[in-house]
């Protein structure tokens, strides 16, 4: 304001421009070379995604559904069959292969659905079974079923492992806008300004869902709030690499990302009024600090980007995020468990009821 009031002839810091500034200043040279941006710590794979599916990909999750549908097929086939035939004729071997003797024994009359699907539950969950085939087909058929099964869950498993430590880097402003991460700006008095400017896409989007209308902080707290993971704040770089050159572990660098924000092609400039009779020799006495080098030697110096120096690996805690998916899932069978129940009892009074008023009227027809 003071340089469109000309009180002042030149402004050293560097200024943002927009339509209305550049009608009124003259730009002569960039000087600051760094944008005002979003970073980032890149987040935890399950923050962003399911790792429970993406742990395999799609051919393997419908190559393993197949197989446990032909394995749950066979066994339905093999278990019925044995109940149709339980006085199954087994040949005596020695006491040796005692445990491949065929026994007369079978449990049930009748196998099902629910009774094949159970099984096929446990061999997939690796937790073992009740129903014991009686023959040797059906044996062998639970041997491979578990034993295929088996390698199946340890891959499964490791996968979970390896994804629950691992980070996935966000692509653009809409993946960002997806997601759950929190977003905030720097609370400075121009900032709201380039954030309402924006008319529309993703970052008018962003600006409206995840910062209008108080999701402004200090630089201080900002960077803490990043620091701490799972937040993206709108800052200026220059002061953001000061902060963390001074507060943030070689961990932390390696895991920050930098995505584009709002004032992301307009650079700062170091502007002098309309026609300022200045204009020639300030431009030319800046050229000559950059033909010497001094700003380079000052940029080096005072503007340094934080570097990664290793990518050593590291544990984090697991959080509740990390596990949200099954716990909806053990809640959700749990619930629907008691609902069930509480229908079976209630059919089971109610037949029970039915049965006693026929038993009644019986005995009053006798």
């Known amino acids: 304001m003071r340089l469109l009031c000309k009180k002042i002839r030149f402004l050293a810091g560097s200024i943002f421009f927009t339509e209305d500034r550049y009608e009124a200043v003259d730009l002569i040279k960039q000087g600051n070379p760094h944008a005002i941006r979003f970073v980032v710590r890149k987040p935890s794979t399950s923050y962003m995604k399911n790792i429970f599916l993406i742990t395999f990909n799609l051919s393997v999750w419908v190559a393993s559904v197949v197989v ?92 979970i492992v390896v994804l629950l430590q691992s980070t996935t880097k966000i692509n653009d402003v809409q993946e960002l806008l997806d997601s759950r991460i929190e977003v905030g700006g720097c609370q400075i008095h121009y ?22 209308p108080d999701q402004y902080f200090p630089l201080e707290v900002g960077m803490k709030k990043v620091q ?46 309309k026609h300022s009779p200045y204009k020639d020799l300030f431009k030319v006495a800046i050229l000559r600090i950059d033909e010497y080098g001094l700003q380079r030697r000052t940029n080096l110096r005072v503007l340094m980007t934080p570097k990664c120096f290793s990518q050593a690996a590291s544990f984090k805690d697991v959080g509740f995020y990390d596990c949200e998916q099954v716990l909806w899932i053990w809640i959700f069978g749990t619930s629907l468990a008691f609902v069930i129940f509480l229908i079976e009892r209630i059919m089971h009074s109610i037949s029970k009821r039915i049965a006693t008023k026929k038993g009644n009227r019986v005995l009053r027809f006798n």
């Open 228 to 273: 701490d993971g799972n937040f993206a704040f709108h800052v200026a770089m220059q002061s953001a690499y000061e902060y963390i050159l001074k507060h943030f572990t070689n961990h932390e660098i390696c895991g920050l990302q930098e995505l584009p924000g709002y004032i992301e092609e307009n650079l700062g400039y170091i502007a002098v009024p």
């Open 191 to 212: 900032m709201k300004n380039y954030f309402e400017g924006v008319k529309k896409g993703p970052l008018r989007k962003l600006y409206e869902k995840k910062i209008y």
């Open 68 to 159: 446990l549908a032909v394995f749950a097929a066979a066994v339905n086939i093999i278990l019925n069959w044995e109940t149709r035939n339980k006085q199954v004729s087994s040949c005596r071997l020695p006491d040796f292969f005692h445990f491949f003797t065929v026994s007369q024994k079978v449990k049930q009359n009748k196998y099902g659905v629910s009774d094949v699907t159970l099984i096929a539950l446990e061999a997939v969950c690796q937790q073992g079974t009740a129903t014991e085939p009686q023959s040797f087909a059906g044996r062998i058929l639970a041997l491979i079923l578990f034993g295929a099964f088996m390698f199946i869950y340890v891959s499964y498993s490791a996968n």
